[in-house]
């Protein structure tokens, strides 16, 4: 069975229009048994949680992503407050993108400094997003000791040396359906070099939806193709695969109750 460590069900036009349940009945029938749905601001938290429901196969996060900071500044007390609820079992998502919005680069810094600091006091993992900013994302989970909450970096596209130096504090690494891309050579060569042990796989639909689905609005239900891809490099099973990455995500995420 797989897991999609990172999705937006609430961004999915489908789910807008009908209700979560048929999104999540496909996802069953292609062997995912869990996903994570993750709020890209403070207001968007709650928004994502009414369209969502309670799903016994759906956990929750909730942060500020840095690509949406123009509008609004972090309210850490609120952060704080949200992450404390017993379903979000990570903080953000946030981190730095620098690909995007060069002026508001020192504004990212002190909101996901924050992210990090409220991580550790709650003592729930981080889930970043970092483009184009590597010295700058590793040194600021070193300076603000991630290790002790840990996370993942996800939809990952960065350079392996940017990969092996989270690993070294305990990060894992997730995937999305960008490794099937044409272009993305570059990307599966460092896939390959990664550990099964320290992968995550995701859709972060309803966006990058993976080949053969290009073109299509991404759903949980394409996670199999990211595990299929990701296999074929390792030269494994996608079952292995599977239960590999299912096994590191309830061990990332473990306030997540695994559905027996």
């Not at 069975?1 to 489908?14: A, G, N, T, Y």
């Not at 900071?69 to 017993?86: A, G």
Request: proline content about 4%; overall charge negative; glycine content about 6%.
């Amino acid at each position: 069975m797989f897991v999609d460590s990172h999705c937006h069900l609430d961004k999915i036009k489908e789910v807008q229009t009908n209700g979560v349940g048929p999104t999540l009945a496909r996802a069953e029938q292609a062997g995912v048994e869990h996903v994570l749905c993750v709020a890209v601001t403070l207001d968007d938290y709650p928004v994502m949680r009414r369209a969502i429901g309670e799903q016994i196969n759906v956990s929750f996060s909730c942060g500020l992503h840095p690509l949406y900071m123009k509008d609004q500044q972090l309210d850490v007390s609120k952060l704080t407050e949200l992450v404390r609820d017993p379903q979000v079992v990570a903080v953000g998502e946030t981190g730095l993108d620098y690909f995007y919005d060069k002026e508001f680069h020192a504004q990212q810094q002190s909101s996901f400094e924050q992210h990090i600091r409220v991580a550790c006091e709650i003592e729930k993992p981080l889930i970043i997003h970092t483009r184009d900013a590597h010295a700058d994302t590793i040194r600021m989970l070193r300076e603000g000791s991630a290790e002790h909450c840990g996370g993942v970096l996800h939809c990952f596209t960065e350079s392996l040396r940017m990969a092996e130096e989270a690993m070294e504090i305990g990060f894992y690494i997730s995937i999305s359906g960008i490794v099937t891309f044409a272009n993305a050579d570059e990307l599966r060569e460092t896939v390959k070099k990664i550990p099964l042990e320290r992968l995550l796989i995701e859709t972060d639909s309803p966006w990058l939806a993976p080949v053969p689905h290009r073109g299509k609005e991404n759903e949980p239900a394409f996670v199999h193709e990211v595990a299929r891809c990701v296999a074929a490099l390792h030269g494994v099973s996608v079952e292995q695969v599977a239960e590999v990455t299912t096994n590191n995500f309830y061990t990332l995420f473990n306030s997540v109750k695994k559905i027996i």
